[in-house]
């Protein structure tokens, strides 16, 4: 409490607050258009149907974002480093998150 750092941060993550505001946009769909990672399938209405693998994508995005306060532009290079590093590391967590899932399902069985 003694910081400024947590009262600095702002709910929304550097640009898409005033673009949010400003616009009808949602922070999702103002991600998709700058992480090109992100591409959930559209629907009628042009609903956005988000699959696991988008999911996982958009909690990533969102940990670079507020948790790691990288800018847009810091969590894109980010976002493909580790991609160029690993390619099927979107799917390992993606596993992960599932065998989690699956651990909080058999506890409550």
Known sequence: MGTDRGQASSPSPPGLGARGQ???LSPLASWEQEFPHLSPVKRRGNHRYYQRADVITIRQIRSLLYDQGYTIGG????????????????????IRQMIRELEEVLAVL
């Not at 969590?75 to 993606?94: C, F, M, N, P």
């Open 75 to 94: 969590a894109k290079q980010q976002l493909s480093s580790v991609e160029a590093k690993d390619g099927i590391s979107r799917y390992k967590q993606l």
């Open 22 to 24: 400003t616009s009808s």
